[in-house]
């Protein structure tokens, strides 16, 4: 756990006493197994702690934050790159309101061209190697979103917002 936080602090991922916040109200709920849904991803993530596959403390509390954190932040951040996005591209703005058949791709591209995470923080829990590095447990390594979503391999014209004319390979 501390590792993680930080990992966090270090590159400034999330608020850390939001964190702290968020985990100790998890752990506190989680004592109170009673209101989740026993049925649903919370509720099967803690019932699995009597398997021999369970989460540990941490690796469980981390998740539940993070699934709590994420499903609001991305959302929160797309709507506002989107707006952002459609402001710079009038022409564009004017194509979803000729055609509004056309949103959900222009959602799906905006995903790509303005991403709401440009990078995703991992810690290692192995020593492993990549090209010729050497990373080692307990480092924390990044997935760089947004450069995937620029790859020129994958996209013809990468640097544009195309909504509607790209297919989802992000």
């Not at 501390?2 to 100790?24: D, K």
């Not at 989680?30 to 989460?55: C, H, N, P, V, Y």
């Not at 020593?127 to 013809?156: C, H, K, S, W, Y």
């Amino acid at each position: 756990a501390e590792l993680e936080r930080e990992a966090m602090r270090r590159h400034g991922v999330i608020n850390e006493a939001h964190f702290l916040e968020t985990r100790e109200e998890v752990e506190l709920q989680r004592s109170k197994f009673e209101w989740i849904d026993r049925g649903g991803l919370l509720g099967s993530m803690i019932a699995a702690q009597t398997t021999s596959e369970a989460l540990s403390q941490d690796e469980l509390v981390n998740t539940i934050g993070t699934l709590l954190i994420a499903g609001h932040e991305t959302t929160t951040s797309l709507v506002g790159n989107g707006l952002f996005t459609m402001l710079r591209h009038p022409a564009q703005w004017q194509l979803l309101r000729d055609d509004p058949s056309l949103i959900p791709q222009a959602i799906e591209e905006m995903l790509r061209y303005e991403s709401p995470l440009t990078r995703q923080p991992r810690l290692l829990k192995d020593d492993v190697e990549l090209g010729d590095r050497q990373l080692r447990r307990g480092e924390t390594v990044f997935q760089m979103i947004n450069a995937a979503n620029r790859d020129p391999a994958q996209f013809d014209d990468p640097e544009h917002y195309f909504p509607g004319l790209i297919d989802f390979l992000h």
